[in-house]
């Protein structure tokens, strides 16, 4: 089983920045999937950024790249979102995910992600 628990969440301003933490417990170890997943109110999920744990290769949706950076810290078992030139469009629940891999690479699709986090929201005014 695996736990997953984000913070950083909370109102900021077009042009600033976040931090979005993701700290999971439970079985952390192998090769698998972490993603940031954001859902805007009516609207379907999106996902933002995926890491393949295996090697650390990162995708990145196109609405987010350049602005965003999905990492992660092994020995503190957290993954993190870091939101760089924010715009009102980013706004909406944040949820880390974690999904099995398909060979070397990560899925797009929320279905194929079984673990999440409850989520933190980021509210971007402009």
């Known amino acids: 089983q695996v736990h997953l628990v984000e913070s950083g969440g909370g109102p900021v301003q077009a042009g600033g920045s976040l931090r979005l933490p993701c700290v999971a417990s439970?079985?952390?170890?192998?090769?698998?999937?972490m993603a940031w997943f954001r859902q805007a109110p009516g609207k379907e999920p999106e996902r933002a950024a995926r890491?393949?744990?295996?090697?650390?290769?990162?995708y990145y949706a196109d609405s987010v790249k350049g602005r965003f950076t999905i990492s992660q810290d092994k020995a503190k078992s957290t993954l993190y979102l870091q939101m760089d030139s924010l715009k009102p469009e980013d706004t909406g629940g944040y949820y880390c995910a974690r999904g099995r891999a398909y060979g070397r690479t990560c899925s797009v699709a929320p279905y194929d992600y079984n673990y999440w986090g409850q989520g933190t929201q980021v509210t971007v005014s402009s």
């Open positions: 890491i393949y744990i295996g090697n650390s290769r990162t």
């Open positions: 439970g079985s952390t170890g192998g090769a698998y999937c």
